[in-house]
């Protein structure tokens, strides 16, 4: 009987045991057992081959987990190196053309001689200036016309050290000699003059080539406008702002003569004291 009392204790501690989980005066009392007991010893080689093979399905299960995570892992990786690659071809793509049109219009830029208009229209208002540059000469007028019907003319004109600007609305007529700005317009360009904002705009901008005005453009999208800019000069042609207000530039280069920059006939107009 003692034998049989035996083999039931021993079979109920062999799970713990084959896991190791038995002190260590256990495990002599059960390897003495299986010495002398090949009933029991018959029943621990089953269950241990049950729990190997267990074991060795589980590692199988997770080396299968890693290689699929594994393989997951790359995909997903090269995926983001071509995403990266291919940003960076469209940028470095964008930053070239602006970059090659900004070099356009810096040669105009420092021009002496041409010809500018710019027409913008926004709320109902609409400005037109006009400028003449010829060497140290300008004459610039500014026609605005708001809604009111009441129109605004601003002349300004410069020569050598000469120079004044007459303001014409409906109820004055007023000559400036002194503190005020004189008004020259530029050749605008909206490309930036260095790398770092080149790049940002080209992060920041979608640019696209189109026909406009029968000349070669490129459409720059940027803080919700658009502006046009054309190829040949870098120079920027148009801007509409999403509330659809427009600007319209327009230059000519070196064909002002010094009869387009004639001294305006002052007369009639009261001389400022302020
Ligand atoms: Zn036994």
Redesign the pocket.
């Known amino acids: 009987m003692k034998?049989e009392r035996?083999?039931k204790i021993?079979?109920d501690l062999l799970p713990n045991y084959i896991e190791n989980l038995t002190n260590e005066e256990t495990n002599e009392y059960v390897k003495e057992?299986l010495n002398k007991?090949s009933?029991?010893n018959k029943i621990y080689e089953n269950m241990k081959k049950e729990v190997d093979l267990k074991v060795a399905k589980k590692d199988n299960k997770e080396v299968k987990y890693l290689k699929k995570f594994n393989f997951k892992f790359k995909l997903l990786r090269n995926l983001l190196i071509i995403i990266v690659a291919i940003i960076i071809i469209i940028v470095a793509r964008k930053s070239c053309i602006l970059i090659n049109l900004s070099n356009k219009q810096k040669e105009l830029e420092n021009s002496n001689n041409y010809y500018a208009k710019i027409e913008s229209y926004s709320d109902g208002n609409m400005n037109i200036i006009e400028t003449y540059v010829k060497d140290d000469k300008f004459l610039t007028t500014f026609n605005k016309y708001s809604k009111e019907d009441d129109v605004i003319k601003m002349v300004t004109y410069k020569s050598g050290d000469e120079q004044f600007r007459l303001l014409e609305n409906k109820d004055k007529k007023v000559l400036y000699h002194d503190g005020i700005e004189m008004l020259k317009v530029q050749p605008i360009s909206y490309l930036p003059n260095n790398f770092i904002q080149t790049l940002f705009m080209a992060i920041n901008t979608s640019i696209n080539k189109v026909e406009f005005d029968g000349k070669e453009c490129y459409i720059l999208r940027i803080d919700n406008s658009e502006v046009f800019v054309e190829a040949e000069t870098g120079l920027m042609i148009k801007k509409i702002d999403n509330y659809n207000n427009t600007i319209d530039y327009e230059y000519e280069f070196g064909i002002v003569e010094d009869t387009d920059i004639v001294k305006p006939d002052t007369s009639g107009y009261i001389v400022n004291e302020e």
Do not use: F, L, S
Request: aromatic fraction near 0%.
């Open positions: 034998v035996d083999c021993v079979q057992h007991c009933e029991c």
